[in-house]
Protein backbone atom coordinates (compact mmCIF):
# COMPACT_ATOMS: atom_id res chain seq x y z
CA UNK A 1 0.00 0.00 0.00
CA UNK A 2 1.80 3.42 -1.21
CA UNK A 3 1.55 5.83 1.84
CA UNK A 4 -0.78 8.80 2.09
CA UNK A 5 0.23 11.84 0.53
CA UNK A 6 -1.39 14.96 0.62
CA UNK A 7 -0.50 17.97 -1.94
CA UNK A 8 -2.25 21.18 -1.55
CA UNK A 9 -2.19 24.00 -4.24
CA UNK A 10 -3.76 27.24 -4.56
CA UNK A 11 -4.82 27.51 -8.36
CA UNK A 12 -6.06 31.37 -7.70
CA UNK A 13 -6.51 32.90 -4.63
CA UNK A 14 -10.53 31.93 -3.48
CA UNK A 15 -9.45 28.26 -4.24
CA UNK A 16 -7.77 25.21 -2.19
CA UNK A 17 -6.87 21.68 -4.38
CA UNK A 18 -6.00 19.12 -2.18
CA UNK A 19 -4.45 16.34 -3.93
CA UNK A 20 -4.95 12.75 -2.51
CA UNK A 21 -1.99 10.49 -3.00
CA UNK A 22 -2.02 6.80 -2.05
CA UNK A 23 -5.09 4.91 -0.35
CA UNK A 24 -7.61 6.75 2.05
CA UNK A 25 -8.29 4.41 4.64
CA UNK A 26 -8.62 4.36 8.54
CA UNK A 27 -5.02 4.42 9.37
CA UNK A 28 -4.67 8.18 7.51
CA UNK A 29 -8.26 9.62 7.10
CA UNK A 30 -7.62 11.94 9.98
CA UNK A 31 -4.91 13.46 8.02
CA UNK A 32 -7.11 14.49 5.52
CA UNK A 33 -10.18 15.41 7.95
CA UNK A 34 -7.48 18.16 9.36
CA UNK A 35 -6.06 19.27 5.97
CA UNK A 36 -10.15 19.91 5.05
CA UNK A 37 -10.80 21.58 8.29
CA UNK A 38 -8.07 24.14 7.77
CA UNK A 39 -9.15 25.04 4.26
CA UNK A 40 -12.72 26.44 5.93
CA UNK A 41 -13.42 29.65 4.80
CA UNK A 42 -11.47 29.48 1.21
CA UNK A 43 -14.06 30.03 -0.67
CA UNK A 44 -13.38 26.86 -2.85
CA UNK A 45 -12.28 23.89 -1.82
CA UNK A 46 -11.76 20.53 -4.27
CA UNK A 47 -9.95 17.23 -3.18
CA UNK A 48 -8.54 15.85 -6.19
CA UNK A 49 -8.50 11.86 -6.53
CA UNK A 50 -6.61 11.27 -9.32
CA UNK A 51 -3.73 9.78 -7.50
CA UNK A 52 -6.11 8.18 -5.24
CA UNK A 53 -6.60 4.65 -5.11
CA UNK A 54 -9.46 3.11 -2.43
CA UNK A 55 -11.50 5.03 -0.22
CA UNK A 56 -12.77 3.12 2.95
CA UNK A 57 -16.12 4.75 5.01
CA UNK A 58 -13.52 6.94 7.06
CA UNK A 59 -12.86 8.59 4.08
CA UNK A 60 -15.83 9.04 2.70
CA UNK A 61 -17.15 10.35 6.40
CA UNK A 62 -14.17 12.94 5.98
CA UNK A 63 -15.83 14.19 2.85
CA UNK A 64 -19.47 14.24 4.26
CA UNK A 65 -18.53 16.19 7.57
CA UNK A 66 -16.12 18.70 4.94
CA UNK A 67 -19.13 19.27 3.46
CA UNK A 68 -21.40 19.85 5.86
CA UNK A 69 -18.78 22.36 7.82
CA UNK A 70 -18.25 24.31 4.70
CA UNK A 71 -21.90 24.91 4.24
CA UNK A 72 -21.32 26.85 7.32
CA UNK A 73 -19.14 28.80 6.54
CA UNK A 74 -20.38 29.30 2.88
CA UNK A 75 -17.41 27.57 1.20
CA UNK A 76 -18.05 25.66 -2.00
CA UNK A 77 -16.94 21.62 -1.79
CA UNK A 78 -16.25 19.09 -4.30
CA UNK A 79 -14.48 16.35 -5.48
CA UNK A 80 -12.60 15.81 -8.24
CA UNK A 81 -10.79 13.37 -10.45
CA UNK A 82 -11.76 9.54 -8.62
CA UNK A 83 -10.90 6.83 -10.58
CA UNK A 84 -14.32 4.46 -11.59
CA UNK A 85 -13.72 2.57 -8.36
CA UNK A 86 -13.63 5.30 -5.56
CA UNK A 87 -16.28 7.24 -8.40
CA UNK A 88 -19.02 4.42 -7.66
CA UNK A 89 -18.48 4.36 -4.22
CA UNK A 90 -19.18 8.03 -4.05
CA UNK A 91 -22.01 7.74 -6.41
CA UNK A 92 -23.87 5.04 -3.93
CA UNK A 93 -23.50 6.82 -0.66
CA UNK A 94 -24.99 9.94 -2.95
CA UNK A 95 -22.34 12.33 -3.39
CA UNK A 96 -23.11 12.67 -6.90
CA UNK A 97 -26.62 13.92 -6.75
CA UNK A 98 -25.23 17.12 -4.89
CA UNK A 99 -23.15 18.27 -7.55
CA UNK A 100 -20.24 17.54 -5.83
CA UNK A 101 -18.05 14.97 -8.12
CA UNK A 102 -16.29 16.52 -11.51
CA UNK A 103 -13.82 14.95 -13.89
CA UNK A 104 -10.87 17.41 -13.12
CA UNK A 105 -10.26 20.78 -11.16
CA UNK A 106 -10.86 22.92 -14.68
CA UNK A 107 -14.40 21.08 -15.05
CA UNK A 108 -15.45 21.83 -11.04
CA UNK A 109 -13.88 25.87 -11.16
CA UNK A 110 -16.51 26.49 -14.73
CA UNK A 111 -19.55 24.68 -12.73
CA UNK A 112 -19.13 26.21 -9.33
CA UNK A 113 -18.00 29.99 -11.04
CA UNK A 114 -20.95 29.27 -13.19
CA UNK A 115 -23.68 28.29 -10.24
CA UNK A 116 -22.62 30.79 -8.39
CA UNK A 117 -23.38 33.90 -11.11
CA UNK A 118 -26.37 32.84 -11.44
CA UNK A 119 -29.08 34.94 -9.66
CA UNK A 120 -31.56 32.63 -6.60
Avoid: W
Amino acid sequence: MPPLELVETEPRPDCRVIQVEGELDLNVAFQLAGRLEDAAGVAIVLVDLKGCAFVDSTGLAAFVHAREAMEKSNTRFAIVGANDRVYRVLEMTGMSGHGLLFEDVDAALRELDASSAKPD
